[in-house]
C-alpha cells in the first residue's frame, strides 16, 4: 500500500510569501491521480489540483502544483489572507497526513 | 449546482448501528461514482467507501471492510452508508463525494458534501 508523507508538518509565513508543500510516495506513482486539497477549520476539503498539475475550476493561478515519480509539490506563489489553512495530498484512496499553513 | 447533504449522524454506543445518508442533486446521480471519506477530530482524511454509478463493485478499505456497506438509491438520488459493529475510532465526520467517473475509480473530489458527525462512545 502506498504512503504518502507531507512536509513539513506545519509552515509558518507571512502573506504575500512563496509557500512550498511537499508529498513524498513510499512508491512511484501516476501522476495522472495526483491531487491537492485545501481544507479550512469546519469546511469540506476543496479540490485545488489535479493530475499533479492541473488547478480545478476557480481556482486562483498562484497556486501550482508539479513533480512526478515519488515527488509531488504544491507551491503557492504569493499567500493570501485566505490561504492559510491545511493542505492534503492525494493519490488514489490514500491521503498524506496534511500540512498546516498559519500565519507567522 | 451540484450539492451533497449529509445526514443521519449522531451518537451511537460502541458495537452499535448507524446509516448516513447523502441526498444529491444539481446533476445525473445516476451516472457518477461516489464515495464515503471520514476525518476523526483534529485528524486527516481517510478514504472510507467507493460505490459505481449503477451500485456495482463497491470497496472498502480493512479498516471498515465487513463492518460497513455502501449502497445507492438512484430513484431517490441518495448514497447511504450502513456502519455496524462501531468502534471508538469510527468517531469522524463522513463526508460523501462525487467521483468524476461512472465506475468511481478517478479518484477526484471536486464536490462534497458539508459532512455529518459520528460519535461512537458510551
Known amino acids: 500500500e502506498i504512503v504518502l508523507t507531507q512536509s513539513p508538518g506545519t509552515l509558518s509565513l507571512s502573506p504575500g510569501e512563496r509557500a512550498t508543500l511537499s508529498c513524498r510516495a513510499s512508491?512511484?506513482?501516476?501522476?495522472?491521480?495526483l491531487a491537492w486539497y485545501q481544507q479550512k477549520p469546519g469546511q469540506a476539503p476543496r479540490l485545488l489540483i489535479y493530475?499533479?498539475?492541473s488547478r480545478a475550476t476557480g481556482i486562483p493561478d498562484r497556486f501550482s502544483g508539479s513533480g512526478s515519480g515519488t515527488d509531488f509539490t504544491l507551491t503557492i506563489s504569493r499567500l493570501e489572507p485566505e490561504d492559510f489553512a491545511v493542505y492534503y495530498c492525494?493519490?488514489?484512496?490514500?491521503f498524506g497526513q496534511g500540512t498546516k499553513v498559519e500565519i507567522k | 449546482q451540484v450539492q451533497l447533504v449529509e445526514s443521519g449522524g449522531g451518537v451511537v454506543q460502541p458495537g452499535g448501528s448507524l446509516r448516513l445518508s447523502c441526498a444529491a442533486s444539481?446533476?445525473?446521480?445516476?451516472?457518477?461514482?461516489m464515495h464515503w471519506v471520514r476525518q476523526a477530530p483534529g485528524k486527516g482524511l481517510e478514504w472510507v467507501a467507493v460505490?459505481?454509478?449503477?451500485?456495482?463493485?463497491?470497496y472498502y478499505p480493512d479498516s471498515v471492510k465487513g463492518r460497513f456497506t455502501i449502497s445507492r438509491d438512484n430513484s431517490k438520488n441518495t448514497l447511504y452508508l450502513q456502519m455496524s459493529s462501531l468502534r471508538a475510532e469510527d468517531t469522524a465526520v463522513y463526508y460523501c463525494?462525487?467521483?468524476?467517473?461512472?465506475?468511481?475509480?478517478?479518484?477526484?473530489?471536486?464536490?462534497w458534501g458539508q459532512g455529518t458527525l459520528v460519535t461512537v462512545s458510551s
Open positions: 492525494q493519490h488514489f484512496r490514500t
Open positions: 460505490i459505481s454509478y449503477d451500485g456495482s463493485n463497491p
Open positions: 512508491q512511484s506513482v501516476s501522476s495522472s491521480y
Open positions: 444539481g446533476f445525473i446521480f445516476g451516472t457518477f461514482g
Open positions: 493530475g499533479a498539475s
Open positions: 463525494a462525487r467521483d468524476p467517473s461512472s465506475r468511481g475509480d478517478g479518484y477526484k473530489f471536486a464536490y
